[in-house]
C-alpha cells in the first residue's frame, strides 16, 4: 500500500468491477421504475385511492433508497477503478440515510398488509380505511425510520469499511447490529407473516359460517392481495439471506473480507425484483400504462399506413 493524497492505494480484485458494473445498472434500474409508477400513480385519477397511497410510499422510499445507494456504488467504483481508499465526507450520511429509507420501505409492506387486513376485518370502520389514517402510518413509519440509525450513528458506530468501500455498521456481536437487525428487517418481514395468516384463518373462519357470497369474495380477493405482498417480502428474504448469513457468522467468528460487497450486490438485485412483481400485482399501474400505449400504437399505425 502507498499514501497518495490523503488516500490508499490498494490492489483491487478482479471481480470488483463487473460487480459495481451491475450493480450500478440494478440501482438505475431500481429508480426507473418506482419513478414511473409515482409519476403515473399521480398523473392518473383512477390510481388516486387509498391503497394506491400507500404503493406511492413504497415507490418513494425505493427511490430515495436506490439513489442513495447509486451514489454509494458510484464512489465505490470511482475507487475501485483508481485503486484508492479513502472516505469521502458524505459517507456516513449515505449509511444513515440508507439505513433508515431501507426501514421505510419494508415498513411500507406492512402498512399495504394492514390495509388490507382492515379492508376485510373492520369493513364497517371507515376510519381505518381512510387517507387521513393512512398518512398518519405513512408519517410515523419515516419519523421511524430516521430516528432509529441515531442510536448507532451519533455514537460514531458506523465506519468506513476499507475492503468493502463503504460505510456501515460492522458486523459483530453488538447491541446496535440486533437492534439494526431487529427494526429494519425482522419486525416489519414478520408482522407481514403474522398479518397473512391472521387473514387466512379469518377468511376460512367466514367460508365456514353462513356469509353473503359478495362479502365472502371480497374477503378472499383481499386475501390474495396480501398474498402478493407476502410474494414480495418472500423476496425480500431470498435475496436478504446472504446479509443474514454474514450477521449470524460475526457472532461467532469473523466474517469473509468482501462480506459487504457481497451481501449488498444481493440487495441491488432484490430492488429491481420488488418492483418487477410490484407492477405485475399492480392492476390499476398496469391498465394505466396500457391506456398510454395503446394511444401511441394507434397513431404509429396510422403514421405508417398514411
Not at 78 to 103: E, M, S, W
Not at 256 to 273: E, G, N, P, Q
Amino acid at each position: 500500500m502507498t499514501t497518495l493524497n490523503n488516500s490508499t492505494t490498494i490492489n483491487i480484485e478482479l471481480w470488483f468491477i463487473p460487480l459495481d458494473i451491475f450493480s450500478l445498472i440494478c440501482v438505475i434500474l431500481a429508480i426507473i421504475f418506482p419513478f414511473v409508477f409515482l409519476f403515473l400513480i399521480i398523473l392518473d385519477k383512477t390510481c388516486h385511492t387509498v391503497f394506491m397511497l400507500l404503493i406511492a410510499n413504497s415507490c418513494l422510499a425505493e427511490t430515495i433508497f436506490a439513489s442513495i445507494r447509486l451514489g454509494a456504488i458510484v464512489f465505490e467504483f470511482h475507487n475501485d477503478l483508481k485503486q484508492l481508499v479513502y472516505q469521502d465526507p458524505f459517507c456516513i450520511f449515505r449509511a444513515y440515510i440508507a439505513d433508515g429509507t431501507c426501514a421505510i420501505l419494508n415498513y411500507s409492506f406492512l402498512l399495504q398488509s394492514l390495509f388490507r387486513y382492515a379492508t376485510v376485518v373492520h369493513p364497517h370502520c371507515l376510519f381505518y380505511q381512510s387517507a387521513t389514517f393512512q398518512i398518519l402510518l405513512v408519517s410515523i413509519t419515516w419519523i421511524f425510520g430516521m430516528a432509529y440509525p441515531l442510536e448507532f450513528m451519533l455514537r460514531d458506530e458506523i465506519l468506513y469499511n476499507i475492503d468493502n468501500q463503504i460505510c456501515q455498521l460492522p458486523l459483530g456481536r453488538s447491541f446496535s447490529l440486533i437492534y439494526m437487525a431487529l427494526c429494519i428487517y425482522v419486525i416489519p418481514i414478520l408482522l407481514v407473516i403474522f398479518i397473512y395468516f391472521k387473514l387466512v384463518r379469518y377468511v376460512k373462519h367466514m367460508s365456514k359460517r353462513v356469509t353473503p357470497a359478495n362479502t365472502l369474495s371480497r374477503a378472499q380477493r383481499e386475501l390474495k392481495m396480501v398474498q402478493r405482498t407476502v410474494i414480495l417480502v418472500t423476496i425480500l428474504i431470498a435475496l436478504g439471506f446472504p446479509y443474514t448469513v454474514f450477521i449470524v457468522i460475526s457472532f461467532f467468528t469473523t466474517p469473509t473480507k468482501y462480506h459487504f460487497r457481497i451481501a449488498l450486490v444481493f440487495l441491488d438485485v432484490s430492488l429491481v425484483f420488488i418492483f418487477v412483481a410490484l407492477f405485475q400485482f399492480n392492476d390499476p399501474l398496469k391498465m394505466s400504462i396500457m391506456k398510454r400505449i395503446k394511444p401511441r400504437r394507434r397513431n404509429i399505425m396510422i403514421a405508417i399506413m398514411a
